[in-house]
């Protein structure tokens, strides 16, 4: 199939009465689709919707509780905005461990959650931070969004509960309990430009020589990003010794299910889980 | 045959117009499409930066953005970098530190490294090395090359 329309609305009801047929591929920064596309991994739809012109996509606000990130915003812009940095840290921290500058300036971060690669850099930090993305259609030429946790989100590799006719506008983090601190590790084979091996984030609040309000979550080591509710659970107020420090991160082990590819086998991701959760955890006591 | 679309924007401060197909590269459209070979085509997937412009003065790889988006926007590319005085300052540290032997990743790295400067005008070695992390360069061993960026931006003060 070869494109026969191409759009670049200004107005987001605009590029959503573009959508509404469904046959349409979504362009933001291009640093997926245009690779995909050339390699032909990914054929490009009837219309290409160039949404990258549309300035409410761009913004980042407060919103009631949370901070509203708008799609199209860069990992650059991310890595700098005041608000991000303030109650995310977990993610700015992710966003400067991104590929290199020319990407970071490019890709966007509603084209991360899209592209729904389970070593999507951002999406571990997201999905630690409890995002939901904001999904906007116009199916009878009313505008509707719906939300949708982003752990609900992806639905398996390249996969996402997106309609056809839906827009990605924004993501939304809810501002963190008081006190909470983050950390967010990526192994790879060189500093640059790498695609995860593994990623993991892991938060919470200090409490005593314990962790509270825990939230884990591991990239490129199941289908999807995975939010590890059984780690969590592990971690949950148990008072840091060397003890469960060590059933945590076996529990995290245990809960992972990667696979083996060009990057690394299973076993070893198994393994990088394991003694990274560990190393992660004993930094924490430490400090 | 995809689709063609005409689009108008400024090219090293030329308002330039150009026939391009949608799914087509920024990169193909400046070497193919303009003539303008300075911009490197190596790995095609971001992967190396020898294809690195400026648009809207931000530095992105040309081989993964889309020609029609530049549609409206200002591109800066190696041929028009010698106009500005910091591109000038590059351009001859980049000569006076041998900071080029085959040349292939010269233009995305000097293109990387005005954007970079730009941001920070009196940086660290360090700081220089992770600034131009996205390029490649298979011959130099970037010793010369951080030499170079270094050496101008010491001229920039
Ligand atoms: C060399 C290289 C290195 C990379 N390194 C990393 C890395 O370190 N970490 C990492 O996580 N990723 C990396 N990537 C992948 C890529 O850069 C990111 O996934 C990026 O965030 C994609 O954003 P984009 O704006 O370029 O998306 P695009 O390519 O424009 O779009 C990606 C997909 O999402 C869809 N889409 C985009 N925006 C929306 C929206 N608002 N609503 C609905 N659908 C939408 C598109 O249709 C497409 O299917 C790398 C890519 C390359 C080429
Ligand atoms: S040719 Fe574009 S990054 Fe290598
Ligand atoms: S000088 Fe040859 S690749 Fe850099």
Redesign the interface.
């Known amino acids: 199939m070869t494109v026969e329309h191409y759009w670049a609305p200004t107005t987001l009801p605009d590029a959503l009465d573009h959508l509404r047929g469904g046959d349409v591929t979504i362009l933001a920064g291009g640093t997926d689709l245009m690779p995909q596309s050339h390699a032909g991994r990914v054929t490009l739809k009837r219309g290409l919707l160039n949404v990258r012109r549309v300035p409410e996509l761009h913004r980042v606000e407060r919103a009631e509780g949370a901070v509203r990130i708008g799609a199209l915003c860069t990992i650059t812009e991310l890595m700098r905005d005041p608000l991000v940095r303030e109650h995310f840290g977990l993610l700015a921290d992710a966003c400067d461990h991104f590929a290199s500058d020319q990407l970071r300036n490019a890709a966007t971060i509603g084209g991360n959650v899209c592209n729904a690669s389970p070593a999507g850099d951002t999406l571990v930090p997201l999905l630690a931070l409890d995002a939901e993305v904001e999904l906007a259609s116009k199916p009878d030429g009313r505008v509707e969004t719906r939300r949708v946790p982003l752990a609900d989100f992806f639905t398996g590799p390249g996969r996402t509960a997106r309609a056809p006719d839906e827009l990605l506008c924004a993501i939304r983090l809810p501002l963190p309990p008081p006190g909470f601190v983050g950390r967010f590790f990526k192994f790879g084979t060189r500093p640059a430009l790498d695609i995860s091996a593994i990623s993991i984030a892991i938060g919470g609040v200090r409490s005593g020589r314990a962790l509270t309000h825990v939230r884990v979550a591991y990239g490129a080591v199941a289908p999807v990003p995975l939010r590890a509710r059984r780690t969590e659970a592990a971690l949950e107020g148990a008072p840091l010794d060397a003890a469960a420090i060590d059933r945590v991160a076996a529990t995290a082990r245990d809960e992972v299910r990667p696979i083996d590819d060009v990057r690394a086998s299973a076993w070893y991701r198994k393994e990088l889980v394991f003694n990274m959760t560990r190393r992660i955890l004993g930094d924490v006591a430490q400090a | 045959?995809?689709?063609k679309?005409e689009i108008g924007f400024l090219l090293n401060g030329v308002e330039t117009r150009a026939t391009v197909p949608?799914?087509m590269?920024a990169l193909a459209m400046l070497r193919d499409v303009l003539g303008l070979t300075g911009t490197k085509y190596a790995c095609?997937?971001?992967?190396c930066?020898a294809c690195?412009v400026l648009v809207d003065g931000?530095?992105?790889?040309s081989?993964?953005?889309?020609a029609?988006?530049c549609?409206g926007r200002t591109v800066s590319t190696i041929e028009g970098v010698s106009r500005e005085p910091l591109g000038a300052k590059l351009e001859q540290a980049f000569v006076d530190c041998g900071a080029v032997q085959c040349g292939f990743c010269t233009p995305g790295m000097v293109m990387?490294a005005k954007?970079?400067l730009e941001a920070h005008p009196h940086p660290t070695r360090d700081e220089i090395k992770r600034?131009i992390?996205?390029?490649l360069c298979r011959c130099t061993g970037y010793v010369k090359i951080v030499d170079a960026i270094e050496a101008a931006s010491r001229g920039d003060r």
Not at chain 2, 58 to 61: F, I, K, L, P, T
Not at chain 2, 63 to 66: D, G, I, K, N
């Open positions: 045959m995809s689709l679309r949608v799914d590269s095609g997937e971001g992967e930066g690195t931000v530095s992105v790889c081989c993964l953005q889309f029609v988006d549609e990387q954007h970079f600034g992390e996205g390029n």
